[in-house]
Structures are given as structure tokens and as C-alpha cells.
């Protein structure tokens, strides 16, 4: 699925040129700041959120002081999927990961496009699908693969999003998205930086070798990247 020329985000892509043109007086553009809650777990979605750049991960309380990352969300889809399917607030924590901005609507304003245009709702049917197989492969994941393979994995999903080789992470923030305690993503992150395959420094990880990464990472990655790809994202 082609992007409109006015707009990188994937969804709104689907819209023809007059189509993107009326419902632009319908959306702000939003900044993504880095480690800014867009929504609570249990909290009324009030607007939906385009990214056009940038990440959202969204996040599931494991106890009352830590989470565990299940999803993420760049310019291939929206934040606040739920409203599509008739539920007004947020089953989890969704927090800015990399920095960016989004179109943003109300929900009413959302339902009214999904409504009106068939494409249009047939590309945010497609996106659940391909996000609801993110979540299920990295729940396998975090169970099964050990930490070097998952954040090669997580490195990876987030390199395609961000469509940058580096970005702005911190290791307690990663350490919140792989749910594992702050040394073992020292460790991690230390083995990957061994091998050449990217480099860390105050909280900026730039991506070295690419393939060396892939390579790395567990096959999750791969099955991810296959409905990532097989939507047109």
C-alpha cells in the first residue's frame, strides 16, 4: 500500500487526494515526545493517534511496578485500535518510544471516516490483523527466546519504524519493554556491541550491521517482518 505523497502514515495512505484533503481540517498534527503516555491502561481514548514518524509501544502491567512491552506502532498504523472495535478505552499503557509526531482525531471523527470510505476500513482491518500477529509471535517470544535474540528482535522492529539507524533508548527503558531486570540488558547490549553489530552510548544505539543483526535475532523476527510485509506496510 503506497503512502499519499502528503503523508507517510500508511492508513491515511489509503486515502485518494480529496479524501485526505477533507479529513486533514479533521486532524492536528501532535508531537511524539520520547517517554510521554498517550494513553493509560483503563483510560478513555480521546484521540487517535497517526504516526506519520516516530514509535508507540504499548505496554501490559505485569505487577503494580513494572510493564511488559506487547506491541509497538510506527507510521504503518494507529494507536487506539480499539475504538474500531467498539471498546472506548485502552487495555494497555501506550507510551511514546521514538520521537516523532501523528496525526491525531477524535474517535467519533475516526468512526465517521471508517464508516464513510470502505478502503479506508478495510486498511485498519488489515493493520488489527497484522498487529494482533505481532503481539501473539512476541508473547512466544518473551517466553521462549533468550534476551540477546529478543532485543535483536526489538532492535530490528524498531530500526523499520523509526527508518533510522539510530535512536534515542535508555536501558531502563528497555529493560521495561523485554521485562528483564537492568543488568541483563547491560549484558545484552554489551554482546551485541562485542560483535560489531551496534553501538551504545548515553542512551543513543546506533545500528552497525544490519544483518549481523537479523542474524542474531530469533526467527520471531522474520514471521513479524512477513506481516508486516504481506499488509503492504
Known amino acids: 500500500m503506497a503512502a499519499h505523497p502528503k503523508t507517510t502514515n500508511r492508513l491515511l495512505g489509503a486515502l485518494t487526494k480529496a479524501e485526505f484533503k477533507l479529513i486533514s ?91 464513510a470510505n470502505t478502503k479506508f476500513s478495510l486498511a485498519v482491518r488489515r493493520f488489527i490483523h497484522s498487529l494482533l500477529a505481532q503481539i501473539s509471535q512476541s508473547a512466544v517470544c518473551n517466553r521462549f527466546h533468550v534476551i540477546d535474540e529478543r532485543l535483536s528482535r526489538w532492535l530490528l522492529m524498531t530500526q523499520d519504524r523509526m527508518r533510522a539507524d539510530e535512536f534515542q533508548i535508555t536501558q531502563d527503558f528497555l529493560a521495561n519493554m523485554l521485562g528483564v531486570r537492568r543488568e541483563a540488558v547491560n549484558k545484552a547490549a554489551g554482546n551485541l556491541q562485542g560483535r560489531g553489530l551496534i553501538s551504545y552510548s548515553r542512551g543513543h544505539l546506533n545500528v552497525i550491521d544490519r544483518p549481523g543483526l537479523e542474524a542474531a535475532a530469533c526467527h520471531c523476527y522474520k514471521l513479524i517482518r512477513q506481516e508486516y510485509d504481506s499488509d503492504g506496510i
Open 25 to 115: 481540517a479533521r486532524m492536528e498534527a501532535t508531537p511524539l515526545s520520547f517517554g510521554k503516555p498517550i494513553y493509560e491502561a483503563g483510560e478513555a481514548i480521546k484521540r487517535i493517534y497517526f504516526p506519520e514518524s516516530g514509535i508507540i509501544s504499548l505496554l501490559s502491567a505485569v505487577d503494580e511496578y513494572s510493564t511488559l512491552e506487547v506491541g509497538i506502532v510506527g507510521s504503518e498504523g494507529l494507536a487506539g485500535v480499539s475504538v474500531f472495535l467498539g471498546v472506548d478505552v485502552s487495555p494497555n499503557r501506550a507510551l511514546v518510544q521514538g520521537v516523532g509526531f501523528a496525526h491525531t482525531m477524535t474517535p467519533r471523527e475516526f468512526l465517521s471516516i471508517c464508516k
